[in-house]
């Protein structure tokens, strides 16, 4: 059972350009969540997906965007890229369907962007 | 909003003793959990134990346990027997509505 997984692994940019991340959440979940960790800090919320919406955001301006497939993978886009976007780009999944109240969030080893 | 602290930046065990790792959040949030998460040098990010807000009972899971106080909003990861392989990114996070809110984290390291 595949966990979840990110593409690329790595990637350089410049400032002004855009970039696209991709996640395929683990086998059975239906929720992705997005999350940039900067480097020694801890990872902040970027938004999650859930439906192929966006359900919920953190304070990240409208350059960061995203899609959810109806598959559940989903694909995080980054407008205009600034120095400050150079982190490690988290994606977590886990299961919504039930509607319980928790359902813990399995996460991916990261995309590296780095923005020149 | 949601905030987490970590004051401990680094800290270091030796192999077999007992680390407590300290954690103290805010949340306005009347439903939420708690979590540790161990982030390895490989990067990738691992649950080590979670705590339901609503449960007095504190958590174990093998050699890690926690001390949750609601009250005083603090929430320290106890790691007994220290092994090696437990070096890494320790997170505390909080979490409603499957949003975490995470604190810095402390570099914990196990010296043989």
């Known amino acids: 059972d595949a966990g979840v997984t990110q593409s690329p692994t790595h990637l350089i940019k410049t400032r002004g350009q855009q970039v696209t991340l991709r996640c395929s959440p683990k086998?059975?979940?239906?929720?992705v969540s997005w999350y940039q960790q900067a480097l020694g800090q801890g990872p902040q919320f970027i938004f999650q997906?859930?439906?192929?919406?966006?359900?919920q955001r953190g304070n990240f301006p409208d350059r960061f965007s995203g899609h959810q497939f109806p598959n559940y993978s989903s694909e995080l886009n980054v407008n205009a890229l600034l120095l400050g976007d150079s982190a490690l780009y988290l994606c977590?999944?886990?299961?919504?369907?039930?509607?319980?109240?928790?359902?813990?969030?399995?996460f991916g080893p990261g995309t590296r962007l780095t923005v020149l | 909003a949601q905030t987490v602290t970590q004051s401990q930046p680094e800290m270091s065990v030796q192999e077999a003793e007992t680390v407590t790792l300290s954690c103290t959040y805010d949340?306005?949030?009347?439903?939420?959990?708690l979590f540790w998460y161990k982030q390895p040098p490989s990067r990738q990010m691992i649950l080590v134990i979670r705590?339901?807000?609503?449960?007095?009972q504190n958590a174990t899971e093998n050699r890690f346990s926690v001390n949750f106080q609601k009250a005083a909003k603090s929430f320290s990861l106890k790691i007994s027997d220290s092994q090696l392989g437990d070096t890494a990114m320790y997170f505390c996070?909080?979490?409603?509505?499957?949003?975490?809110?995470f604190g810095k984290g402390t570099l914990l390291t196990v010296n043989p």
């Open positions: 949340t306005s949030e009347s439903n939420y959990y």
């Open positions: 996070a909080v979490g409603s509505n499957y949003k975490l809110t």
């Open positions: 977590a999944s886990s299961f919504l369907g039930t509607g319980s109240s928790y359902n813990e969030q399995f």
């Open positions: 997906y859930y439906e192929e919406e966006e359900r």
């Open positions: 705590q339901e807000a609503y449960k007095q």
């Open positions: 086998s059975g979940h239906d929720t």
